[in-house]
């Protein structure tokens, strides 16, 4: 069945995890519409209701809306089995099944680093945000980042002003820009990068899409930067999510008296590896800037990075005792 996976997105109920097991029980998303209903709720414990959707194919119309939308405002799809769906994020738990964005993917994506932070900061946290993230992208590497209003839009803005590729992941649907200020970097990121979502278009505004979206982030970069970011900022679980991937972390110290990098300073204390400039991350990646595959992705150094969850260099954000450090949400 062609677009086998975009249909299976648009059923109410199924996300990646789901998806995954679909998949596993019945070898393709394409043979679980060959599947009865008994056999999908049975297999894979799925609703009655997505079942249903399934076997009626009731999931058509919405299907319809997304391959309308896309071809009119010359979007695009990459599903999980997709030869172009970006290799650096194939490679995660809980990996997404469906990206749709505007713009392209490139090769070398693969070496990208994102920089995150808090949705008002103050100009040392702009400044700061402007600098790494600059001096990042001046060596021709890509910048992941959330185009949320503050810290986000500080990075692309720093990749776009270098001439550098700049990658956007967004917590709503493609057809809903959030924040609406941020229409024309909308557009910039699109002819300069990539603007990606799982979220399907038409998709409810949720907050937990925006938590969600931070695994695609961290996904798809070698590395984390945090540049300024309180004890409740979405920024860390950005971090999180980079560490359970293996990806490295690190952050910027600030003002201690004023409250904003407060959760820079405890992911500092967890082990992230402190910044001060873009220096201090490239420095770290002796073989950023050449035009390398996923092969090599999770080495330093010519040492092999483990690739269990956690056990990379910044495997101390887990604690002690096996505990998993989780920012609050």
């Keep these: 069945m062609e677009n086998a996976t975009l249909a ?3 059923i109410e109920g199924i996300g990646p995890r789901t998806y995954r097991s679909l998949c596993d029980a019945f ?17 894979c414990g799925i609703s009655a209701e997505a079942a249903d959707m399934i076997v009626k194919k009731t999931y058509r119309k919405k299907m319809d809306f997304q391959l309308e939308w896309i ?24 990996a997404p099944p469906l990206l749709i964005y505007k713009g392209s993917f490139a090769p070398e994506d693969n070496t990208a680093f ?44 720093a990749a776009l002003t270098q001439g550098s590729r700049t990658i956007a992941v967004l917590g709503t649907s493609l057809d809903c820009i959030y924040p609406a200020e941020n229409r024309m970097i909308f557009r910039e990121i699109a002819e300069h990068g990539a603007v990606c979502t799982e979220t399907v278009i038409g998709g409810k ?30 920024a860390l679980v950005t971090a999180l999510n980079a ?21 820079c300073h405890r992911l500092i204390r967890l082990g992230a590896k402190i910044v001060e400039n873009a220096e201090d991350v490239l420095s770290e990646y002796p073989f950023c800037g050449s035009s390398q595959g996923t092969e090599g992705l999770f080495c330093r150094g010519g040492a092999a990075k483990s690739a269990e ?13 096996g505990r998993v450090y989780r920012p609050d949400h």
């Design 71 to 94: 071809h009119k405002h010359k979007a695009a799809y990459v599903s999980f089995e997709d030869s172009t769906y970006p290799d650096v994020l194939r490679h995660i738990y809980d």
């Design 8 to 10: 299976l997105m648009c």
């Design 309 to 321: 969850p956690g056990r990379g260099a910044c495997s101390c954000l887990s604690g002690q005792g």
């Design 205 to 234: 505004i949720m907050p937990g899409n925006f938590i969600r979206r931070n695994r695609v982030i961290s996904g798809l970069s070698r590395g984390v930067v945090v540049t300024q970011a309180g004890t409740r900022s979405g």
């Design 114 to 157: 994102a920089v995150v932070g808090t949705r008002y900061p103050d100009d040392y946290g702009k400044l700061m945000t402007n600098n790494i993230a600059g001096g990042i992208a001046k060596d021709g590497i890509c910048i992941i980042s959330g185009m949320a209003r503050g810290i986000d839009t500080a990075a692309h803005r």
């Design 243 to 263: 560490n359970e991937q293996n990806r490295d972390v690190f952050a910027v110290p600030g003002n201690c008296l004023n409250g904003r990098h407060t959760g």
């Design 27 to 43: 070898g393709s998303a394409e043979s679980v519409f060959l599947q009865d209903k008994r056999t999908l709720v049975r297999s």
